[in-house]
């Protein structure tokens, strides 16, 4: 196969007075196009997975990312990694696995742990709740880093960091060319390439390449889904979150400034359907599964018992480290009271799409600020002065993620759809009629991975509230990464081709993360045969060697028996 050189031929009317390796490196720096194997568009959790697959597969690659981290969900989003209870033995790619053995190492390696911690096979830094790997984001990006460092000295790996796509150029269903701006230089590259794979977080190549796409809620009608809406609603979007991280020192007083929107979250209830049971800012909010009203408790002194939100997402826990070391305990806040959903980012105006976000910020600083002033203590007295943003962890001058969390994207109308019917326990159980105990998954000839997590759909910006329904560990099919029409573009992460309501299972980090590896090991796959995607899922003898070939990279593409979610 032909080698692309990331270097083209408009960088010949640069000046010759450089030479060898110096004039190279300014000719590239300065280049107006670039071409490889595949451009990877995004540098998100799925954009990373697929630039490895295809890295490791010889291809020459570029990769772009928005921010100036790559990880997305685990990086810039500041979200520590949501997984199924079966991950630390099964359940997710080699490459993925490899990635939580470094997080490990690395605090092994690095930080002052107590024997206990450095002994525990299933170390969990934070000792959050919400997952078996709750750590700081600065070690999910190191540990990135060092996965992509072999590539980048081999020359493999172009790596495009704050470039946002800008246009594409078109030729029928083809992609030939992708404009990405430098959204610090202002310049823009174009870059070229036989395939395509977009990681966007929000499916940002789709209308720029006219790649057909849904966005929001399907019709019942449509689908045929139990928990889809009457009728098709693209405005019924779930709520982002910009989430930030935070200490506590007793002794100390670390009051922000006052939110210049306080006052109106400070009074703002939810209008949803079902009802949230009463102001956005308070400790009561309703049951994801249940809807009814509950109380969860909240003290970083740790006197309170139950369940205490202090440590949910906890990222840093003292009891991990040798006395003395660490100051305090470091939590993530990505809570239901800082989910904003007074508005969309998802097809509109730059000024509009702005507005959210600064809207979106101010909410999770106005959280903020309340827990510091006015939050209820379990004590009967009223704030925690001592909580403390942590710009530092985080990477931003304002304390708040790099980038917001983003849970739906725009999906492909792939040449498979992955319903309710598939993946959810209750559907499934009335289509075959077996009892819970029985009942599995869709089975998908073309699958190309695993993923396990409950159909969890956050407050919409429809007014709706939680869907949070039971589902089963499923395959990812090979169909929904294939768009309709077009033939070199794969989308890497929460854009494929799943339903609003399937989205709430497929749209975690290590289903991200197989997805993306998967689209990379796909592009590598066809390129040394000459055949397209929609090529090898369609013929048998192809397919089933694409799928060795997984295997042989350490994919699992089927589940053992295990139970619901």
């Given at each position: 196969m032909k080698r692309r050189s990331f270097l083209r031929a408009t960088t010949a009317t640069l000046p010759l007075l450089y030479c060898g390796g110096a004039w190279r490196a300014f000719a590239e720096a300065n280049a107006v196009e670039l071409a490889a194997d595949v451009a990877v568009i995004g540098g998100g959790f799925g954009g990373c997975a697929a630039a490895l697959a295809a890295c490791r597969a010889g291809l020459q690659v570029i990769l772009t990312e928005e921010t100036d981290w790559i990880g997305g969900q685990a990086t810039a989003q500041a979200v520590p990694p949501d997984e199924h209870p079966w991950i630390e033995s099964f359940g997710c790619t080699r490459a993925y696995r490899a990635y939580r053995d470094a997080i490990r190492a690395f605090y092994c390696d690095r930080y002052p742990l107590t024997p206990e911690a450095r002994a525990n096979p299933h170390f969990n830094p934070g000792n959050g709740w919400v997952s078996r790997l709750c750590h700081e984001p600065r070690i999910s990006l190191a540990v990135l880093t060092q996965m992509f460092a072999p590539h980048l000295s081999a020359g493999r790996l172009r790596l495009l960091l704050d470039h946002k796509p800008a246009s594409a150029e078109v030729a029928g269903d083809r992609v030939r060319a992708v404009t990405v701006?430098?959204?610090?230089?202002?310049?823009?590259?174009?870059?070229?390439?036989?395939?395509?794979?977009?990681?966007?977080?929000?499916?940002?190549?789709?209308?720029?390449?006219?790649?057909?796409?849904?966005?929001?809620?399907?019709?019942?009608k449509i689908t045929g889904e139990p928990h889809a809406t009457a009728e098709a609603r693209p405005t019924d979007q779930q709520g982002f979150t910009f989430c930030f991280a935070m200490d506590y020192l007793a002794d100390e007083d670390h009051t922000i400034a006052r939110p210049a929107e306080y006052d109106f979250w400070r009074s703002y209830i939810p209008q949803m359907t079902p009802p949230w049971p009463g102001p956005l800012l308070s400790w009561q909010m309703g049951d994801p599964v249940s809807l009814k009203p509950r109380e969860i408790g909240f003290d970083p002194t740790l006197k309170l018992s139950g369940p205490n939100l202090w440590t949910y997402r906890r990222i840093a826990d003292p009891a991990n480290y040798a006395p003395g070391s660490l100051r305090s305990a470091i939590s993530l806040v990505n809570w239901p009271q800082n989910?904003?959903?007074?508005?969309?980012?998802?097809?509109?105006?730059?000024?509009?799409?702005?507005?959210?976000?600064?809207?979106?910020?101010?909410l999770s600083l106005s959280l903020l600020y309340w827990m510091q002033t006015a939050a209820p203590r379990p004590d009967g007295g009223t704030g925690w002065k001592g909580l403390r943003l942590r710009p530092d962890v985080v990477g931003t001058e304002d304390g708040l993620a790099k980038y917001p969390y983003i849970r739906e994207a725009r999906r492909i109308r792939a040449e498979f759809t992955v319903l309710e019917q598939h993946v959810g326990t209750e559907a499934r159980m009335a289509a075959t009629g077996k009892p819970r105990d029985e009942a599995t998954a869709e089975r998908f000839a073309d699958s190309v991975g695993v993923g396990a997590y409950r159909i969890d759909l956050h407050p919409s910006t429809d007014g709706r509230n939680y869907i949070d329904l039971s589902s089963l560990p499923f395959q990812i099919p090979l169909g929904a990464l294939i768009p309709q029409r077009v033939e070199n573009l794969?989308?890497?992460?929460?854009?494929?081709?799943?339903?609003?309501?399937?989205?709430?299972?497929?749209?975690?980090h290590p289903v991200e993360w197989n997805i993306g590896e998967a689209a990379g090991a796909l592009v590598a796959f066809c390129q040394a045969?000459?055949?397209?995607?929609?090529?090898?899922?369609?013929?048998?003898?192809?397919?089933?060697?694409?799928?060795?070939?997984?295997?042989?990279?350490?994919?699992?593409?089927?589940?053992?028996?295990?139970?619901?979610?």
């Open positions: 701006r430098d959204l610090k230089a202002g310049r823009s590259r174009t870059l070229l390439a036989p395939y395509f794979v977009d990681a966007t977080e929000l499916g940002d190549l789709l209308p720029l390449t006219k790649t057909e796409y849904v966005v929001g809620a399907e019709s019942q989910d904003y959903w007074l508005g969309r980012i998802v097809d509109l105006p730059e000024a509009e799409q702005a507005r959210q976000l600064a809207r979106a910020k101010q794969l989308p890497a992460c929460k854009n494929i081709g799943t339903t609003h309501i399937t989205n709430g299972c497929f749209r975690l045969r000459q055949k397209s995607p929609r090529q090898v899922r369609n013929n048998a003898q192809l397919l089933a060697e694409f799928q060795q070939s997984l295997r042989n990279q350490g994919f699992e593409l089927e589940w053992p028996k295990v139970r619901p979610l």
